[in-house]
């Protein structure tokens, strides 16, 4: 089960990654997370992505594509991966085709103004990455996370003015990606407008009907 995640920032992809790579034991590989990881751990990588990361910027190519061929090769990922915030570019996608054989890629879809009320209100936990959110997903004690009661916090590029621009750049960027797919016929709409505990079973739904239809 090689999937790839896409839609815009904020629509929720990292949580129904989550909730996937549970059910079917697949790795969920975020670029994003792996990001905010090296530049949390002061690596030369999190150094050299910084500035870019913070300004809501991609990452230059080189680099995304070079961490990812190295996540795939990992053992873990044998049997499928989600990944989640990669490709956002033709030239990603096009690394991506040689490294593996993508079966799938589900594209999230919601008006703006759903995404924006989910972006301000999300907060994420600093020690295990755990995803809350104010209104939706309220942690039980404000700014602490129920798994490890490590401290919440709003994302730097989660600011509004920074979420503003990463939408702009999606909106530029991403509709090469989505006909890449689409003219592969890879690519699923899934309406991801409703609250998570409604868009899941929808994924399952669809992942159940292809991957079952595959093996028959
Ligand atoms: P995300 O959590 O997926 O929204 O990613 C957070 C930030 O990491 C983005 O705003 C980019 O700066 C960087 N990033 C993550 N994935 C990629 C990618 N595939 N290509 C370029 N930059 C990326």
Known sequence: MKLVFLGPPG?????????VS???NIPHISTGDIFR????KNTE???RIKGYVERGELVPDDIVIEVVKQRLRQPDCRKGFILDGFPRTIRQAEALDEIARVDLA???????EV???RISGRRICTRCGAIYHIKFMPPKYV????NCGGPLILRKDDRPEVVRHRLEIYREKFAPILDYYRRRKLLVDIDASEQAPQVIPKIIKVLETYFHSEET
Do not use: Q, S, W
């Open 11 to 19: 629509i929720g992809k990292g949580t129904y990654a989550r909730a």
């Open 22 to 24: 549970k059910r079917y």
């Open 37 to 40: 990881e090296e530049i949390k």
């Open 45 to 47: 990588l999190g150094r």
């Open 106 to 112: 589900l594209n999230f879809v919601a008006p703006d």
């Open 115 to 117: 995404i924006i009320e």
């Open 143 to 146: 700014g602490v996370c129920d």
